[in-house]
């Protein structure tokens, strides 16, 4: 099993930041693992934000959905097993609960469907 805890939530103005940080734990978690970062909305479905695919070299590639390009940047640390994720500019429209997720297979992870969850934190920007 492979447990993930979110932190760095809360409420910022519109044009602020935050910094999201996830600790995965467990005998099943490897450096290899996907790791990224959804949100969701009231009302609206999970959405993916940004993910960090392991290759080899021990290196990560990250992705990140169009509406928060530029302005997110996700990183791991694997001394830590940690993916925090940097939110600047923020704006109203990035209001959501930020769920960390993980998975070994990056498609999977990438479509929604990850293996593990985090429980959430909640972001709100007012305006």
């Known amino acids: 099993q492979v447990q993930l805890v979110e932190s760095g939530g809360g409420l910022v103005q519109a044009g602020g930041s935050l910094r999201l940080s996830c600790a995965a734990s467990?005998?099943?978690?490897?450096?290899?693992?996907?790791m990224g970062w959804f949100r969701q909305a009231p009302g609206q479905e999970r959405e993916f934000v940004a993910s960090t695919e392991w290759s080899s070299g021990n290196r990560y590639y990250a992705e990140y959905a169009d509406s928060v390009a530029g302005r997110f940047t996700i990183s791991r640390n694997n001394a830590k097993n940690t993916v925090d994720l940097q939110m600047n500019s923020l704006k109203p429209e990035d209001t959501a609960v930020y769920f960390c997720?993980?998975?070994?297979?990056?498609?999977?992870?990438?479509?929604?469907?990850?293996?593990?969850w985090g429980q959430g934190t909640q972001v709100t920007v007012s305006s």
């Open positions: 467990g005998r099943a978690f490897s450096s290899t693992h996907a």
């Open positions: 997720a993980a998975d070994p297979n990056f498609s999977r992870l990438r479509v929604g469907r990850p293996n593990y």
